[in-house]
């Protein structure tokens, strides 16, 4: 029977809302409810799950830093703290968030805000959600320039991205933080584009008065080349787009691509950027195997990844 014989073959099914329904069982009705988009949701967990228990597997977490101003923060430390990834491709704006708000608060708003007076009351908006100035700018530079004089006079003047994440961690003490579980479960951090951001400008900054500090990005790909080299399989939760994407996805083309991706995305495909990218265009590249078991989940990562690592954890847990 062919693939196309098979397909009308499984009935779409209701939604059955029994008495203390769990967020597992609810995402594997959706496998059955199909509902466009559930759909995929419930492929992905599949395919996580799948990633998650290949002895085998390299596991990457690559997402954007935008998310890491929310609670979806905690999402993505609850799979660190739990040792559920192995390797993590970020932005520098993940430092910068993950740093502040150790110490400091950030704030509900809406999309539609008077920026103007925003400005003038020194808050920014990331979309909905506010960051006044004394809760960003002033305590990063404070923690990142302590820090930093303290390495130097340590001597250690010449950083990679991974042990400045892994410095950062072991700093920051607080059970809220990504990069402290990173730290503790040596799980390495790896930023491409560390300059671009609050913690990055704090690295330049400090440069100005010590000439021979430097931050070394290619120690960075000499640790990722290995990583890769060595994987037996690999695969990669993928949250955004952008560089901390390219950067999975690129390096994974040199032991013939990803075996497991999951893609979760609002971007669009059609203007070519890497961002809207779909899996299927990626294994064109080899960044992804012909073979690799993948789904592109478009949505808004705030609302998908809890859902769908709630669902996960309790998988994992049942197994034990």
Known sequence: ?????????????????????????????????WGFTAGKLAMGVDIIETMMTDKKCTKFLSFTADI????????IKELVKQKLVDVIITTCGTLDHDIARCWKDYYRGSFIMNDSKLHEESVNRLGNVLVPNDSYGPIIEKKIQTMLSELYAEGKKELSTAELSREIGLRCCDETSILYWA?????????PGITDGAVGYQLWFFSQDHRDF???LLKDEDELNNIVFDAKKSGALIVGGGISKHHTIWW??????????????????WDGSLS?????????????????????????????????????????????
């Open 1 to 33: 029977m062919s693939k196309a014989q098979r397909a009308h073959k499984i009935a779409v099914r209701d939604y059955q809302f029994t008495e203390n329904l769990t967020v597992e069982e609810l995402v594997r009705q959706m496998g059955e409810a």
């Open 68 to 75: 890491i101003a929310t609670g979806t923060r905690g999402v």
């Open 252 to 269: 994974n083309q040199f032991k013939d691509g990803l075996d497991y991706a999951v893609y979760i995305s609002t971007a669009d495909e």
């Open 276 to 320: 809207g990218a779909r899996p299927r265009e990626a294994i064109s590249w080899g960044k992804i195997s012909e073979k690799a078991k993948r789904i592109m989940i478009e949505g808004d990562a705030t609302m998908v990844l809890p859902v769908m690592v709630s669902a996960l954890i309790d998988r994992l847990n049942k197994r034990k």
């Open 183 to 191: 730290a503790k479960n040596d799980i390495p951090v790896y930023v």
């Open 214 to 216: 430097r931050v070394n």
